[in-house]
């Protein structure tokens, strides 16, 4: 059994308020997904992401494999989630993760970790992994199942433009032993007893699927919505099976207040995504 993810790119270089969760006293956004190999928490109580992938090929069907899937939130309230594993008609629920959360201040971002264990894979082709908070489904995203490195049929949907699968602050990028894409350092807020605080940081964005040739930037803003940064775009060429993990760096960025920095993510200037770095003073 072979997994893969199909390009990383490396670079040096969702409309959302601040007001979300005001409007929204019980609301909740998914900011991504990812499916890994593994995922763990180093000693400072940073994520590892070690080895996200999107195709699983065996040399014959049918077969089990067992994978982790690490889903980002934002929001606030209370809030029950529902990951599913589709096959391809989406006729049958071949595994499912079930958990719920409290989101305790505004625009608060967290994550969960869930195992589809030991799922019997009974065909090739496009698996979904879908994913439910309270009920209402926010995303589906492709698993491709291949049996001895045969093509697939590709759904239309997917040779449309890339879906944005995640989007998160991290410390690190890099491939593993398996050749496959891991994130170090993955985290959610800052907590500081002094401001101003100045940090380096990536910003990794990843895009699955679609046709043709793209290119990506992203822009942090200040709690009271001043442009701090503006990235270089990006350019990457995908297709319908490929994901391709972009990022860039953030060197010695200054947060000089507490409150909500917005991060939005562009594809070809439009906006397809937001999220909060959040700083709290201690």
Known sequence: MKKFITFLLISIFFIFSLSYAQENPNSIKLI?????????????GLTLIDGIFSIINFDSLPQTDT????ARWMGNGKHD?????????????????????????????????GTFEDVAFEEPGVHWVQV??????LKEIPLFILENDEDVEIPEVLTQKPILVFSLPALEIYEN??????IKGVYEY????????????????????????YNQHIEIFSPDKKLLYKSEPQSFEINAGSVITLFDEVSNFSFEREGDYLVKVFLNNEEVNSFVLKV???
């Open 32 to 44: 991504g997904v990812a499916i890994a190999s593994s995922i763990i928490e180093d000693e400072y």
């Open 67 to 70: 994978f982790h899937v690490y």
């Open 81 to 113: 989630i529902e990951l599913n594993l589709l096959n391809p008609s989406k006729e049958k629920i071949l595994g499912t993760i079930n958990g719920s959360f409290k989101l305790e201040r505004e625009n608060d971002v967290l994550y969960s970790l």
């Open 132 to 137: 439910k908070a309270d009920g209402k489904l």
């Open 177 to 182: 032993h398996d050749g496959l894409t891991s």
């Open 190 to 213: 800052y907590a500081t007893d002094e401001l101003p605080l100045i940090d380096s940081f990536i910003i990794i964005n990843g895009w699955m699927s679609g046709e043709g040739e």
């Open 280 to 282: 709290i003073k201690e």
